[in-house]
Every structure is written in C-alpha cells, then in structure tokens.
C-alpha cells in the first residue's frame, strides 16, 4: 500500500513539474544561434540538401559513431544472451514442461499468400531501404532509417518463412567491413581534410545530385548496411528454432 | 473544437509527449509483468522523443531540406531546428538498441523461470 502512495506523489510531483513546463512554454519564432549557423552555412560548407544529414554524420559525427557503437553492442549482448549453445538445454527443459504447447505454434507454415507475397515484395522492401539510405543527403531518411527497412523485410522473411536459412557469417562479415570502413572513413578526413569524419574528402559535386555532398553518401551507405544488418542479427536471435551451424 | 485550433502545434505535441512520459512511468513502476514494463519503456522514450522534437519547432518551419521548395536565401526564416532532429534519430537508435537487450533479458528469465512476473524473482528484492 505504501509504495502504491509513493509511486503516486512521484507522478504527481512530476506532473506538477511538467504543467508548469507546459503553461511556460511558448513557440520559438526564430532559430537558435546554432541551427542560424547551420541552416546558413551548411550548404555551401557541406553540399548537404537535409541538414539534418548534415549534423548527423559531419557536424556532430562522433556522436553518431557512438551511436553505431551502442547499437553495436546492444546486437553482441542479445546475441551473448540468446546464444545458440543453451539450445540443448532449453530442449531439455521444454521436453519435460510444455512441449506440446510451445512447438506447436512455432511450425506451422505460413500460408501460400502471405509466402508468395514475400517473395514478390521482399527485394521491393529491400530496394526502398536501399534508396533511403543513398538518398539521406537529399531527403528524408539515412543510414538509420534505410537499415530499419532493410531489417524489416527481414522480419517479413522471417514471420513468413520461418525456415529460411539467414548466414551467420555473412551477416557478421557486412557488419564488420562496414564499420571498419566507416571509421576508415572518419580516420580519411583527419589527413585529408578538416577533421574526424569531414566529408570533405571527396569533392563537394552539384549541389542537390545524387552524387554530392562528399563522403556523406558513402558514409551513409556503410551505416545503413551495418545498420540492417545488424538489427537483421538481433531479429533472427530472437527466433525459436535453430537453423543449422553459424 | 477552436480551443485545439487556437492552441500552437507544438504545444501538443508538447503535452503529448509529456503524457506519454508519465504514462510510461507508470508502467514501469507499477506494472509486475516484464513485457508490459518494457512496453511502459518504450512509450516513455516515445514520449522523450516527442519532447524534443517539439521543442525544435519554429513557428510555421518546414522540414530543413534545403532544395526548390526551401531555397537557400529563405532557409534560415522557413525550416525548423535542425540539432534536436538529429539528437531524437541518435535516441531512437539507442532507444531501440536498450529494447533489444531488455528483450533478451525477458528470454532468459522466461527460460529459467517459465514466468514473466518480476515477483517470481525474489533473490535481487531487498
């Protein structure tokens, strides 16, 4: 009962702090200094047409290496978690509990709609998330969001066809080239231009082209791959049945 | 329905957000099943997210894409802060990334316990 009240005076407290916060607030009508710098610079500094690409991946690029890294090692520590190796144990275990129940909805086959579906909207799904990714300096979307696609016709493939065989090793080597080159990338722009993930290595090209804002691009590309990757990792470890070895 | 007309887009975004937080606080705090605690977690962060872009809004902004429709000369008076934009994509990857392990977590303890009830363990209860 206690706690009942305690957890109650939190929220109400904390309510009380964000009605306050609210009746206070009131619409910005101009940009912050920062956002003024950026919104007039960042186009002819960095050839980028969204400019949230461009605090992404150059102005505030460290951040977003750290970002890669959390993901990254949130991946390894559901991996670490739902390793394959407890498999025979947990069989064990299930023989002597509920079997019946817990196998039972795990093999039954998707029906010939929802499979042919798959197929013929699988490299769709795939190809948008491609097109997201190489297109984040012009509009809407980046590495983050084109890998989410991708790591959705994953999850497509994997509730539709749940014995489809995704290689354990092929992932982890995209996963690991792509982040190598990315920090490779970062490590470019120290000797050849400003600093630590400068876009400015290659050249800056027509303004609003596909092939523009210098590194951005590239970069793009290798953190929308690690990024669909990588969340295509932690779907499959999710799932009950094992499919073969790595 | 003039009141929601009168009052500034961002202001409800705003208290939606700050909505969705003490929902999700809430959960978190008082619910005993783990998924629905995760699920209490998620909205919170959703409702983190919905602060921070409200508080980017500038008064009639647009999307900061600077191309035909917004060109440079008019970008700095028509687009919206670009930076809290950017800081919700890093939260949402962390966000996301958090969820992940705190599924995994909820795996293991079904898989060691054939329970989801954070009662069931007592061992970590002071």
């Not at chain 2, 028509?78 to 934009?85: L, N």
């Amino acid at each position: 009962m206690i706690k009942r009240i305690v957890i109650f005076l939190v929220l109400v407290m904390l309510a009380a702090i964000f009605l306050n916060l609210a009746a206070n607030y009131s619409e910005k009508t101009s940009l912050s200094p920062l956002a003024h710098y950026y919104a007039e610079q960042g186009p002819a500094e960095l050839g980028a047409a969204n400019l949230v690409t461009a605090v992404v991946v150059t102005y505030r690029g460290l951040d977003t290496l750290g970002e890669v890294t959390v993901l990254f090692i949130s991946a390894a520590g559901v991996g670490l978690l739902l390793r394959r190796t407890r498999r025979k144990a947990d069989d064990e275990d299930l023989e002597k509990g509920d079997r019946a129940e817990e196998t039972a909805g795990v093999h039954k086959p998707a029906s010939e709609i929802v499979e042919t579906a798959t197929q013929l909207l699988l490299p769709m799904v795939i190809l948008f998330g491609i097109y997201v990714f190489l297109n984040g300096h012009l509009s809407p979307g980046g590495g983050f969001q084109g890998g989410a696609i991708i790591a959705s016709g994953t999850m497509f493939l994997l509730l539709a066809l749940p014995e489809s065989h995704i290689s354990r090793l092929m992932v982890a080597m995209t996963e690991s080239l792509s982040g190598f080159s990315y920090v490779v990338i970062g490590v470019l722009g120290v000797i050849l231009a400003g600093g630590f993930l400068d876009n400015r290595i290659m050249g800056l090209g027509t303004y609003g082209s596909l092939f523009s804002a210098g590194a951005i691009p590239l970069i793009y590309v290798f953190v929308g791959l690690k990024v669909g990757f990588e969340l295509s990792a932690v779907l499959d470890r999710f799932r009950k049945e094992d499919t073969g070895p790595l | 329905m003039s009141f929601l007309a009168d009052m500034q887009i961002s202001l409800i975004v705003l208290c939606s957000g700050l909505g969705l937080i003490l929902i999700g606080l809430w959960g978190i705090l008082t619910q005993r099943n783990i998924i629905r605690m995760i699920v209490g977690f998620s909205l919170l962060d959703t409702g983190i997210h919905m602060v921070m872009v409200s508080i980017g809004y500038v008064t009639g902004g647009t999307a900061p894409i600077i191309n035909d429709a917004v060109p440079m000369a008019e970008a700095t008076s028509r687009i919206v802060d670009p930076v809290p934009s950017a800081l919700v994509l890093t939260a949402i990857v962390i966000g996301l990334g958090v969820t992940a392990v705190m599924l995994s977590y909820a795996v293991r303890i079904y898989r060691a316990r054939k329970t989801l009830m954070i009662d069931e363990c007592t061992e970590s209860k002071w």
